[in-house]
C-alpha cells in the first residue's frame, strides 16, 4: 500500500461559530443542516428529550460551546449506507439521527435535543447516542457517549461502557427525570471529579 | 465481558493521527486549561456507531450559498478583496471525497465577526454575513467565493491578533472523520504568534496554509487559494454480521 496522505490538523470552532453552523438556532439570517430536533413527530419509537449543560473545570457552565449528537433509530438503524440491516437507510427519512446545538441561546446554556430512544445497534450493545463536544478552547473536538441509566440490564453487557473504569460510568449515563416523562437530564464536565468519559474515536 | 457473543463490527477506520492534531492543553492558548479533559481518552474499538455518520449532500444546499459575496446582499456588493477558496476533500488513501458538505464561516474584510459576542471596534458589512456552505464534486472538489477575511485583535495576550483564516467544517464519511478547522494564508506574519496555530504540532503546522495560484485566480476578478482537506479513512468494507 502506498503512503497514506496525511490528515489535515483540527483547529478550534472558536467562540463564533454560531451564524456558520448553527445559524437558526441563533436567529442569523442563514440556515442550517441540523439542529436540536432529530426527530418529529412522524417518526416512529419512543420519543425523548435529552437536556444538559457542559462545565468547565471552575463548574462554570460553557456558554459558547457546540453539541453534536449521532444515533440510530428506535429499531437501532442508523441512516448510513454502512448499515446493512434492513430498511437502513431511505426507509425513515423523517429521521437522520444526527443533532447539532449550540450552548448560547438557552438562558441557563443548556442544549436541548428532541429526539427517539435509539435501539440496540447490535448484539450486546446498550442503547447509546455518540456526542461531539466543540468549543472554544478545545483545539481538537471531545467524542464521549450518552447511555441510559434506565437500561440497567443492557448497559451491564455493552462492551464499551463495561471497558470504561467502573467509577467512571456514571459520567456517561443519561438520568431520567423524576417529574416529567420522557425527559433525560445528561450533563458534560470537561474536568474535575465528576469529569466525563471521553473517547478515543 | 462475555466474548462467546458475536459483536457487530466492520473494519476500523483509520485512527486520529495525534502527531497531527493539537493537544487538548496547550497552555499559551489560554482558553484550554479550563477546558481541556484532563484524563486520559478511553480507547474504543470501532463499530457500527462509529463507522457510520450522518450524510449530506446537495439538498442541503442553497443556489448562493457557495457565494459569500453573494449570499448576504442587502444593497450593494461587499467591500474588501474578493477571492477564490477551492481544493480537494481526500482520505489518507488519496481517495477523493464526492458529495461531502463543506460548511465555512469567516470574519469580514475589516476583522469583524456578525457574531454578536464579537465587539471588536471594526465596521460590519451589511452586504456580508461570512457563512456558506457546498458540496464537493466527483473529483471531491469544492469551491467558494468569498472576500479576504481580516486580521482582529483578542483577548488571549497583550495585543494579541488572529491571523487571516476561514474555518472549515467537515462531516466526511464517518463520525470518525469528523473536523473542524481553519485555513491560513500564505506569509501571515501573524501565524508567528498565533497560539492556535503554534498548538498544532509543529510538523503538521504547515498543512492549514493555503497556497496561492494563479491557475485558480480569475482574470481581472478574484485572487484564487488552494487548500486540500485530508480526513480520516473510511474502513474497507460496509459488511457486516448482523444478527
Known amino acids: 500500500m502506498s503512503e497514506l496522505l496525511k490528515q489535515t490538523p483540527s483547529q478550534t470552532v472558536g467562540p463564533y461559530f454560531a451564524y456558520g453552523l448553527t445559524a437558526e438556532q441563533y436567529r442569523y439570517p442563514f440556515t442550517q443542516i441540523a439542529s436540536g430536533k432529530v426527530a418529529d413527530d412522524t417518526v416512529p419509537g419512543t420519543h425523548i428529550r435529552i437536556v444538559g449543560r457542559i462545565f468547565d473545570g471552575e463548574g462554570k457552565p460553557v456558554p459558547d460551546a457546540m453539541v453534536e ?52 445497534v447490535g448484539e450486546g450493545e446498550a442503547p447509546h447516542i455518540t456526542v461531539i463536544v ?13 447511555y441510559f441509566a434506565d437500561e440497567a440490564e443492557r448497559n451491564a453487557a455493552d462492551p464499551v461502557l463495561q471497558s470504561v473504569p467502573e467509577e467512571r460510568r456514571a459520567t456517561l449515563l443519561a438520568e431520567p427525570d423524576p417529574d416529567t416523562h420522557g425527559l433525560y437530564r445528561f450533563d458534560i464536565h470537561m474536568q474535575g471529579e465528576k469529569e466525563t468519559v471521553f473517547f478515543n474515536v | ?14 485512527t486520529r493521527d495525534w502527531q497531527s492534531h493539537p493537544p487538548y492543553l496547550y497552555p499559551e492558548y489560554r482558553s484550554t486549561p479550563l477546558r481541556a479533559p484532563t484524563r486520559p481518552l478511553i480507547p474504543i474499538r470501532h463499530r457500527l456507531s462509529e463507522t457510520t455518520g450522518p450524510v449530506y449532500g446537495h439538498e442541503a444546499v442553497g443556489p448562493l450559498d457557495a457565494d459569500l459575496t453573494k449570499n448576504a446582499r442587502r444593497n450593494g456588493e461587499p467591500l474588501g478583496e474578493r477571492i477564490v477558496v477551492t481544493g480537494r476533500l481526500l482520505d489518507e488513501e488519496g481517495r477523493p471525497l464526492r458529495n461531502t458538505l463543506v460548511e465555512v464561516w469567516q470574519a469580514n474584510a475589516a476583522g469583524r465577526y456578525v457574531h454578536l459576542v464579537d465587539q471588536h471596534d471594526a465596521p460590519l458589512d451589511p452586504n456580508f ?37 476561514i474555518h472549515f467544517s467537515l462531516l466526511g464519511p464517518t463520525i470518525a472523520s469528523r473536523l473542524v478547522t481553519q485555513m491560513y494564508f500564505p506569509g501571515d506574519p501573524l501565524l508567528d504568534f498565533d497560539p492556535i496555530y503554534q498548538g498544532t504540532p509543529e510538523n503538521a503546522r504547515e498543512r492549514l496554509i493555503s497556497r496561492f495560484e494563479l491557475g485558480v485566480t480569475e482574470p481581472d476578478f478574484a485572487l484564487g487559494y488552494v487548500f486540500d482537506i485530508v480526513l480520516r479513512g473510511r474502513g474497507e468494507t460496509p459488511f457486516e454480521n448482523r444478527s
Open chain 1, 69 to 120: 449528537i449521532w444515533q440510530a433509530d428506535g429499531e437501532g438503524r442508523y441512516a448510513h449506507p454502512a448499515d446493512s440491516s434492513e430498511g437502513a437507510r431511505g426507509s425513515n427519512t423523517g429521521f437522520k439521527g444526527f443533532g447539532r446545538q449550540g450552548t448560547g441561546v438557552d438562558p441557563e446554556n443548556r442544549f436541548h435535543f428532541e429526539t427517539v430512544k435509539p435501539g440496540s
Open chain 2, 129 to 165: 454575513l461570512g457563512a456558506g456552505r457546498c458540496v464537493t464534486d466527483e473529483e471531491g472538489r469544492y469551491r467558494f467565493y468569498t472576500i479576504k477575511p481580516g486580521a482582529y485583535p483578542w483577548g488571549n495576550h497583550p495585543n494579541a491578533w488572529r491571523p487571516l483564516h
Open chain 2, 1 to 14: 465481558m462475555n466474548n462467546s457473543k458475536v459483536m457487530p463490527m466492520t473494519d476500523q477506520a483509520t
Open chain 1, 134 to 146: 466543540f468549543m472554544r478552547g478545545l483545539l481538537t473536538h471531545a467524542y464521549t457517549r450518552i
